[in-house]
């Protein structure tokens, strides 16, 4: 029998220079050994020669290292096998369950339907004894509220979890209604995500009926203005900031990106706003001392240099989604429209650009907006610029202890027969209410349903994972909560 070693590790990519999960495959009487990065990317994928094992475990900074043979130790244990039951018997109401909330309009704006569906949630909650809560949003936010359900405890780790109750289907959307055909369930909020809030839900249930809940500190947040956030942040997202300072762990349920996904990382987004002045003058002096550049070839000049100078990192990129420019331009803002007027005889005194900007930390977020600065402030003659920025959602680092989640889900996965889960992509992640959090716990998004078309008429749920999914997460917080 050829036995296989399989080395999980989570390293510093030598190509990128974040730190991913990879795996090591060393099969014995090989001479090398395999070392692949485990993002969808594949940043490093190599050999490396045997004896130089150890180096390279030093080199690449180990985080934590843990040996598993083809055949995994851990399987699951009695209780868990009665958690899985439990969901199994389940999981007809939770279908039925799914449908009654999809058949409720909640999109963002319609604040009396966000409030019902966290009212059916509330519901079920007290129910399981959890302790719930209905926060209102003040007049100023023009936001529903949240719903906030909780457990006290001191047992093993406190674990927040995170939904959305709102969707992007308004009360005037042709799509309202839930729909199953075969293994595929329609409906506005199906897999973004009331199908994620459902297997919250459902996980506790299993482990309330089971009573393996006792002590423990769960804090479940379902926000009623995620896809679009309700401003000021300090207000709109203080709740749920004010629940992960008091947790250890937050597990987001937003849609799956894949059976064998989970977010450990994403990239957060800001946005910008640049201005140009220049002289306004008859087109016949432009380029003399007298009138210099215009407004428009130096907006030309700085959005050519952001192109070819700032662009490249990886993770990292903006984006200008509107420019007006001439002698005149309007924007409004709310409507994201404008109107420019201008002249081909007239050298043009203005021109705004409005863009976004979306990064993987902190740090390369600001090393970027200096960069963006400094080619701003390099005029052409009579012209100026200024650039302001507006941050909005923060970024998610692929941190140690995001890794180490990652891991203990993983071999729930395999406990289950579910296969290996592995890290998404952040490059292909949107924001979402976890980044909010990522600063003050170990988390991991992407837990939710897995389906297609978020945000469109077409969106849809699959229904031949959802009882699967629900079942890891239930194991995976009673394994959390049981550390
Ligand atoms: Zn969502």
């Known amino acids: ?32 050994i395999a070392m692949n990065c485990l993002f969808p990317t594949r940043h490093y994928i190599t050999h490396i ?41 389940n999981h007809e109401s939770a279908l039925q369950f799914l449908e009654k909330v999809v058949n409720i309009n909640s999109g963002t704006m319609n604040h009396p339907g966000v409030k019902e569906v966290g009212m059916v949630f509330k519901e079920q909650f007290d129910a399981i004894d959890f302790d719930t809560r209905w926060i209102d949003m003040p007049a100023e936010v023009n936001r529903s509220g949240h719903l906030f359900a909780e457990t006290s405890g001191t047992k093993g780790k406190k674990i927040l979890l995170i939904g959305h109750l709102d969707t992007v289907f308004e009360k005037d959307s042709p799509f309202q209604e839930f729909k199953k055909e075969g293994d595929i369930a329609y409906g506005p909020g199906t897999n973004d995500m009331k199908g994620g809030d459902v297997i919250v839900l459902y996980a506790l249930k299993a482990l309330h009926e089971n009573k393996l809940l006792k002590n423990a500190q769960i804090t479940i947040a379902f926000t009623g203005d ?12 203080k709740d749920l900031i004010d629940a992960a300072k008091k947790s250890d762990i937050a597990l987001g349920f ?13 990239r957060g987004s800001s946005g910008w706003l640049l201005e140009v002045k220049g002289k306004r003058a008859h087109s016949s002096g432009v380029f003399s001392e007298r009138v210099g550049a215009g407004a428009i070839f130096e907006a030309s000049r700085i959005l050519n240099a952001f192109y070819t100078d700032v662009k490249g990192e990886e993770f990292l990129t903006f984006n200008p989604g509107v420019i007006l420019g001439g002698t005149e331009v309007k924007f409004d803002e709310s409507l994201n429209k404008g109107e420019a007027f201008g002249k081909s005889n007239v050298v043009p ?7 976004g900007l979306r990064f993987i930390s902190e740090e390369q977020k600001e090393k970027t907006k200096a960069r963006m600065r400094e080619i701003v402030a390099k005029n052409l003659p009579h012209t100026s610029a200024k650039i302001s920025f507006k941050d909005s959602y923060p970024a998610m680092r692929p941190t140690e202890g995001n890794l180490n989640l990652l891991k203990i889900l993983n071999e729930v996965s395999i406990d289950l027969n579910q296969g290996q889960v592995a890290a998404y992509d952040p490059g292909k992640r949107g924001a979402a209410d976890t980044s909010f959090v990522a600063d003050y716990v170990d988390c991991l998004d992407g837990l939710g349903t897995m389906g297609r078309g978020a945000h469109t008429p077409n969106e849809t749920l699959d229904l031949t994972t959802f009882e699967a999914l629900t079942k890891r997460t239930a194991i995976l917080i009673y394994r959390l909560i049981h550390q």
Not at 63 to 83: D, G, N, P, V, Y
Not at 255 to 263: D, E, L, P
Not at 349 to 355: A, D, L
């Open 349 to 355: 005194q203005t021109v705004m650009v409005k863009g």
């Open 226 to 237: 995620e896809e679009s956030t309700g401003k000021p942040l300090e207000i709109s997202r």
């Open 49 to 89: 020669k045997m004896n130089t094992l150890l180096q390279a475990l030093t080199l690449t900074s180990l985080l934590f290292l843990s040996i598993s043979t083809s055949i995994h130790a851990q399987k699951l244990s009695k209780t868990e096998k009665k958690i899985i039951k439990t969901i199994e018997v």
């Open 254 to 266: 937003e849609t799956s990106t894949g059976f064998n996904y989970a977010t450990v990382a994403r």
């Open 1 to 32: 029998m050829l036995m296989t070693f399989n080395i999980k590790t989570a390293s510093r990519c030598p190509v990128s220079h974040y730190i991913y999960p990879f795996n090591i495959n060393i099969v014995p009487g090989w001479k090398y």
